[in-house]
């Protein structure tokens, strides 16, 4: 399993429980420019599906199952509608098969930084979310440099696969909270109804930032997936 961090994300935004899941060997990766991994970041889904793809080539990974949180749930569409052979399974976390930035987001983080990313922030996780993990959220993004969350931003206003998600052919599983405000439920229940193979599991309560918020839910939603494969 590869699991593909967020806009702006690193594989800290997958907690110890989901790194470390039962009958997975997992692989968390940062993309370029992201956490501790070098070079430039993209500025489109198809870049970064092309550089999953490659990393698979130098890790010798025929197939894999690939779990995306957001962004990164669209780099596994792109790559399922793309390289469908490589693809053993995958699990859309927070996702959905458009997503479309808003304004005060994608033009806030060139002009206002810090103003921005306190708005991510407030957006990304649910009410019952504790404070120190919002913290900490905050915190993170603080540390990505403006040119790569624009980018990262830049390339999820780009994405949409609506009318092509009849084509995949693996078996997925969705994953959404329920108060989640950045790709609320209504995506994941798109995703659901039109991937054939897909099922949805809904967590009460949690917001974007639902693998960090319930990370026993999530690690517990995922390996049962992965014994069904």
Not at 28 to 51: E, K, Q, T
Not at 72 to 83: D, N, P, V, Y
Not at 175 to 199: N, V, W
């Amino acid at each position: 399993m590869i699991l593909i961090h967020g806009a702006g994300g690193s594989h800290l935004y997958w907690p110890p429980r989901l790194r470390c899941l039962e009958g997975a060997d997992v692989y968390a990766l940062d993309l370029p420019g992201h956490g501790v991994s070098a070079g430039r970041g993209r500025n489109s889904i198809a870049a970064y599906r092309d550089f999953l793809a490659a990393f698979m080539d130098t890790l010798s990974l025929e197939k894999a199952v690939l779990a995306g949180h957001s962004m990164g749930g669209a780099i596994a569409l792109s790559f399922a509608l793309t390289f469908p052979d490589r693809l053993e399974g995958m699990v859309l976390v927070s996702s959905g098969a458009r997503l479309r930035v808003l304004p005060a987001i994608l033009d806030g983080i060139l002009g206002d930084f810090e103003s921005t990313v306190e708005l991510i922030c407030k957006l990304a996780y649910g009410p019952e979310a504790p404070e120190e993990l919002k913290e900490q959220g905050l915190k993170w993004l603080r540390q990505v440099p403006p040119r790569v969350l624009h980018g990262d931003f830049l390339s999820c206003d780009g994405f949409d696969v609506m009318d092509r998600l009849s084509e995949i052919q693996s078996p997925a599983l969705v994953i959404c909270g329920s108060e989640d405000k950045l790709t609320p439920p209504r995506y994941s229940i798109y995703l659901r109804d039109r991937i054939p193979r897909a099922q949805l599991v809904l967590v009460e309560g949690a917001g974007h930032m639902v693998m960090l918020e319930r990370p026993e839910e999530v690690g517990r939603a995922m390996a049962e997936f992965v014994a069904s494969l």
